[in-house]
């Protein structure tokens, strides 16, 4: 009994140590990469506030109300680029610490699943920059009173435009959340179908809710979502395990 407790402590200090291996791999690709944006972030920052300044009226300009944020706003985002451009080794990361301890399965469906979240966040992002930033900021350039000037501080900005990069970001993943749930056996596909009406209603209240208070961005963000249910939907069906799947599941690693 005291060689099996000896055994238990070894296994976990082998698991805490291969923790720590990993995370200090990820903190360190991760500062490596914040470390070689720095000297790009004044142009990273330009590259993000074009959107608003393409709807500007000529001379219009984002302002810097407080004295260190023209160094504090472009170090911010230069961070937040990194933590996006990094999610990929974040993720092997954490993959290979879990990988061991799953079975054949949940392998097989794990990476796609992984491998699909990461390129819908980054297809959300993508969408709000190109397509709702433009929409929502014209959108703002028109019912902006007479006589009132849109100056915007480059904090106040990059925050708003975080928001809707991380509320479109994390809205793509609906069909991976849908997928995640039918794998676990809390609903089913045709439940999921059922449910549609419920969904659309509901989606259209979190748009409300998470964007601006503008109808156009609420708009943008409840369509697409709208057309991510049904795609998650079909890939529900597509990865629901058979009788047969589910008992060779649950066969030995």
Not at 28 to 43: H, I, Q, W, Y
Not at 133 to 148: D, E, I, K, N, S
Request: proline share 7%.
């Amino acid at each position: 009994m005291a060689a099996d407790a000896d055994n238990g402590n070894a296994t976990l200090l082998d698991h805490l140590v291969e923790l720590r291996a990993r995370l200090l791999r990820a903190v360190a690709g991760l500062l490596l990469l914040f470390v070689a944006l720095l000297p790009f972030a004044n142009r990273l920052y330009a590259w993000l506030a074009q959107p608003l300044l393409d709807k500007l009226p000529r001379g219009g300009q984002l302002i810097a109300v407080e004295v260190a944020s023209p160094f504090l706003a472009p170090l911010k985002l230069a961070f937040c680029v990194a933590v996006v451009l990094a999610m990929p080794w974040l993720l092997y990361q954490l993959w290979a610490f879990v990988a061991p301890g799953l079975y054949k399965r949940e392998k097989k469906l794990a990476l796609p699943l992984l491998a699909s979240a990461l390129a819908l966040f980054y297809a959300g992002c993508a969408f709000a920059y190109w397509i709702v930033l433009p929409a929502v900021f014209a959108f703002l350039q028109q019912v902006t009173p007479a006589g009132v000037a849109m100056m915007t501080d480059i904090n106040a900005y990059l925050d708003f435009v975080l928001v809707v990069f991380l509320a479109f970001g994390a809205s793509f993943e609906l069909p991976v959340a849908l997928v995640i749930l039918v794998l676990l056996g809390w609903v089913t596909p045709a439940q999921l179908r059922e449910w549609r009406g419920y969904a659309i209603v509901g989606i259209f209240v979190v748009a409300a809710v998470i964007t601006p208070p503008d109808v156009v961005s609420q708009l943008l963000l409840a369509l697409p979502m709208v057309a991510l249910y049904e795609l998650g939907i079909l890939a529900a069906r597509a990865v629901t395990p058979s009788k047969t799947a589910r008992r060779d599941d649950a066969a030995p690693r």
